[in-house]
C-alpha cells in the first residue's frame, strides 16, 4: 500500500490533507522521516504521524471511565460530550453502546461496530449492567424481594424485569438490571420512595471497568472483552 493511502484509510484524510501531511515532515516510516506518499509500505513497516503510531485495525472498542458532567452524544447544547475525552480518528464513526446520565459515572463502551453494540444495548439479549448506587434514605427490608419480582414503574405497563439487589450499607447498593430503560435506576428506586444520591457503573455483561483507569481515562479492549459481549 502507498504512504498516502495508508495515511488516507488510518486518518479518514483526503489524498490531498495526505499529501500536506507528508510534506509537513510530520510523518515517519520505520523512525524514518519520508516526503513521498508513493513509497510503498510493507507489513513489517512501522508509519509514525506526530510521534503517535497509526495502524489500520478493524472496528474499534474502547472502554471509557466517564466522569460526572458529560453526556454521552456528539452533541449537547448545555454539556460537554464524552467524546472530547478521547484522542481518536474518524471520531464521527464512533457510538455509545450503551448511555450513561450526565450526572452518572463509571464504565462506558465505545465502539463502530454497529452489531457488537447492538448486542448490548438490544433488550432480549438481557445484558447485565451493574451499577453501585448510593441512596439518600436507607434500605427497607422488603427491597431485595421487590427487585427481583419486578418494580412498577410511572407511565409504564409492564414491571421491570428481574433485578438483583446486593446490599453494601444501609445506604449503598449494587444493583444489576438487564434492560436499559430511560433513567431506569433512578425511576426504580424513586418507585419504593427513595431517592439516587449517587450512581456508577461497574460492569456491563463480562466487561469491568478497569481499577487502573482515571476519571476520564480510556483505553481499548482486549480480545477477550470484547468477544464476551458474544457468549
Known amino acids: 500500500m502507498r504512504l498516502d493511502k495508508f495515511l488516507c484509510d488510518a486518518l479518514g484524510a483526503t489524498r490531498k490533507e495526505a499529501t500536506k501531511l507528508i ?42 471511565f466517564k466522569p460526572d458532567g458529560y453526556v454521552c452524544s456528539h452533541e449537547d447544547g448545555f454539556n460537554p ?4 475525552l478521547l484522542d481518536e480518528v474518524k471520531m464521527e464513526s ?13 464504565l462506558v463502551l465505545i465502539t463502530d461496530d454497529g452489531k457488537w453494540s447492538h448486542r448490548i444495548t438490544s433488550p432480549k439479549h438481557k445484558c447485565e449492567k451493574t451499577y453501585r448506587v448510593w441512596l439518600a434514605d436507607p434500605i427497607q427490608d422488603d427491597y431485595v424481594t421487590k427487585f427481583k419480582q419486578g418494580i412498577e414503574l410511572r407511565n409504564e405497563r409492564d414491571l421491570t424485569l428481574p433485578a438483583k439487589l446486593e446490599v453494601i450499607t444501609e445506604n449503598e447498593v449494587l444493583l444489576t438490571i438487564v434492560e436499559g430503560k430511560y433513567h431506569q435506576v433512578k425511576r426504580m ?6 431517592k439516587v444520591e449517587g450512581l456508577h457503573r461497574e460492569r456491563v455483561g463480562a466487561i469491568e471497568l478497569d481499577p487502573d483507569l482515571e476519571l476520564g481515562e480510556y483505553r481499548y479492549l482486549t480480545e477477550e472483552e470484547v468477544d464476551s459481549v458474544w457468549k
Open 81 to 84: 460530550t464524552a467524546f472530547v
Open 94 to 106: 464512533l457510538h455509545f453502546a450503551g448511555r450513561l446520565d450526565a450526572d452518572t459515572t463509571g
Open 189 to 194: 428506586f424513586a418507585a419504593l420512595g427513595n
Open 23 to 64: 510534506k509537513s515532515g510530520d510523518v515517519m516510516v520505520n523512525g524514518t522521516t519520508l516526503k513521498s506518499g508513493a513509497h510503498k509500505l510493507t507489513d513489517a513497516c512501522v508509519v509514525e504521524w506526530q510521534n503517535r503510531e497509526l495502524t489500520l485495525h478493524g472496528p474499534k472498542y474502547i472502554m471509557l
